[in-house]
């Protein structure tokens, strides 16, 4: 069975600072990994997704994401924090067959003027 | 592409009540998934549909939950007999059988038991 481990549950940061959103996944198969993100009282919009392709993935709004199969990572940076990143963030694995997906509890962002 | 809508947005019901939510997934999509997400927490898996065929339930799912997809367009979500722990976001995703596992989720349709 597939898993997610999300580090932090809230991250705070300035903006223009890095974001980092740690993702560690537990897999026996090559998984297919996502980060989606969620605005208040809204549904999950996907940020980008790892398919065995290459292991640098580039998502929307300036994020992008590590997929390191060493460390069993998938974390999710962007150079310089906006207002707007302020959300929840989820990681997610899929299995290669169902699709169906297990998620992270999520971590928080919290952007400092 | 419209995206996937779920309808209603809000439902407020007394326990005891039956309620039914819709979702209609993005028209090129065989897949459609139901996950629950309380309060601080990732959304978790429920059911999901490829066509019209159900293929998977949760254990999560109990006996109270019923989902369908007729004709393999929109899906519905029903739960009887609610109790307050049903209170929760529903959302519906829905993904190419073609595509590597990608979801698009609707909006939710946000659930209180009282």
């Known amino acids: 069975a597939q898993s997610v481990t999300q580090l932090g549950s809230h991250v705070s940061v300035s903006e223009g600072a890095l974001v980092l959103l740690r993702c560690n996944y537990s897999?026996?198969?090559?998984?297919?990994l996502f980060w989606y993100v969620q605005y208040p009282n809204q549904g999950l919009q996907l940020l980008l997704k790892?398919?065995?392709?290459?292991?640098l993935v580039k998502g929307i709004n300036g994020f992008e994401a590590e997929f390191k199969k060493s460390e069993t990572s998938f974390h999710l940076t962007k150079p310089s924090a906006h207002m707007s990143d302020a959300a929840e963030y989820f990681c997610?694995?899929?299995?290669?067959?169902?699709?169906?997906?297990?998620f992270g509890a999520g971590t928080t962002v919290t952007v400092r003027a | 592409d419209t995206g996937v809508s779920q309808n209603p947005r809000h439902k407020i019901t007394k326990r005891g009540q039956n309620v039914t939510f819709r979702c209609d997934p993005i028209?090129?999509?065989?897949?459609l998934y139901w996950y629950r997400q309380t309060l601080g927490q990732g959304p978790e898996f429920l059911t999901y549909?490829?066509?019209?065929?159900?293929?998977?339930k949760s254990r999560l799912l109990s006996d109270r939950f019923s989902a369908e997809r007729p004709k393999g367009s929109f899906s519905t979500l029903e739960i009887q007999r609610t109790e307050q722990g049903d209170s929760a976001m529903y959302l519906c995703?829905?993904?190419?059988?073609?595509?590597?596992?990608?979801?698009?989720f609707g909006p939710g349709t946000r659930l209180t038991v009282t």
């Open positions: 997610a694995v899929s299995g290669s067959n169902d699709y169906k997906l297990s």
């Open positions: 897999s026996s198969v090559p998984p297919y």
């Open positions: 549909f490829q066509n019209e065929a159900q293929l998977e």
């Open positions: 790892y398919t065995s392709a290459a292991t």
């Open positions: 028209s090129e999509h065989n897949r």
């Open positions: 995703a829905s993904g190419p059988s073609q595509g590597r596992g990608e979801q698009y």
